[in-house]
């Protein structure tokens, strides 16, 4: 990698840690904290919250009616939803201690508190619950092929990738064959001492 391709990946990083600092700034906008698992609102925010919740028969009545219309195949997901989770998830508990790779964890990924928003009824709690899981499990199942990926060919694409993580922006130029095979066994060696979030 490039001296400029490695600044301007320090100054992508340090950007995301001026964001997540932010972020957590504007909890306290917002008057939440986040304590352990649990958010906490102030009591007048959670009152008002409460105020603007829509009850079920007034939420059915002014929803969209093709949200009615598509649930059974949003939902018809979940079984396959379910299976990737097991799937990924054994692979990951059997394969990675053999590669001698740090294992990612499930719960930063998958992470379920809407149920503290009281602005939200029922149905909507389990529609947050459900898109929460969903996009979870896809960002953990991502992250455990990323580093599949940077164990057994950490090589950029010589096109384009829509959607690629930091890890990739990381992997060695297409084509770039000088002292490869010294090079992945670095990129190997990264994912032993990695620490897991």
């Known amino acids: 990698m490039n001296a400029k391709i490695g600044d301007l990946l ?4 340090a950007l995301e840690d001026d964001l997540r600092l932010a972020l957590r700034e504007q909890e306290v906008q917002l008057f939440y904290h986040v304590r352990g698992k649990r958010i906490e609102f102030e009591t007048a925010i959670r009152e008002s919250h409460r105020k603007l919740k829509r009850g079920l028969l007034r939420w059915i009545v002014t929803d969209r009616p093709q949200n009615f219309i598509t649930g059974p195949i949003i939902y018809s997901l979940a079984l396959p ?7 990924v998830t054994i692979y990951q508990a059997l394969c990675f201690p053999i590669y001698r790779i740090a294992k990612a964890r499930r719960a930063d990924y998958i992470i379920f508190d809407r149920w503290h928003l009281e602005y939200l009824n029922f149905f909507e709690r389990f529609h947050c619950t459900y898109c929460a899981y ?4 896809l960002a953990y199942t991502f992250e455990i092929a990323m580093r599949t990926e940077q164990y057994f060919c950490p090589i950029k694409h010589a096109h384009r990738v829509l959607g690629a993580n930091a890890r990739y922006e990381r992997f060695l130029p297409y084509g770039d064959a000088k002292d490869y ?11 032993e001492i990695e620490i897991p979030k």
Do not use: S
């Open 134 to 137: 969903a996009n979870g499990l």
């Open 81 to 87: 939803l379910l299976f990737l989770d097991l799937y």
């Open 181 to 191: 095979h010294a090079k992945l066994e670095e990129f190997r060696v990264a994912l």
């Open 10 to 13: 320090a100054q992508i990083t």
